[in-house]
């Protein structure tokens, strides 16, 4: 039972995701190949993960329910926050015509990634397995990259002078603790 309630949180949260992917973010044209390249890797990575799920989860089982949960909460949470101004999709190659500074934006400049690397982590944990630490030492690169490209965008557009007054605040991934408490 154990294994179900790892695999039905951790399948919400992915359920969520994808929703976010078709049905929140916006996009200047097609979908970017950087971010359907992604959106497959991440695909694929998730299918193995249930897969070896079906052999039973690990200890750390409670632990990856709390990530899942925890990463479900941030991206709901940006999903709020951004619900009248969703930003592009990763890859996009959109100028910045705005800057989101409100929930958890007040402490992460990409609380979607922060969703996204808690959830890959939370897989890794429910596994227990060498193999299982793949997805999030991939999927997390992945995201360093994504958001570096949208760091540059931010810094090469006419918001550059606040996004830089912003980067002093917020955390890349993780909150500044000043800016936690400063909040």
Known sequence: ILTIVTGLDATACFAAF??????HFRSTGDMPLGMKLTSGLSTALFVAFL?????????????????????????AAAIVASRKTPPTLAYDTDSPSFLLNAGPYRYV????????????????????GLAGWLAPAIMTTLYLH????????????????????YRTRAGLFWPRPRGIIAG
């Open 18 to 23: 994808v929703w976010g992917v078709k049905a």
């Open 51 to 75: 897969w070896h799920m079906h052999a039973g989860t690990s200890n750390f089982w409670l632990l990856a329910v709390v990530l899942f949960t925890a990463a479900f909460a941030v991206f």
């Open 109 to 128: 400049r990409h609380p979607f990634y922060l969703a996204y690397v808690l959830f890959w982590f939370g897989t890794a944990i429910a596994t227990n």
């Open 146 to 165: 994504a958001a570096t490209r949208e760091e540059r965008k931010f810094a090469n557009s006419e918001l550059a002078a606040a996004y830089a007054a």
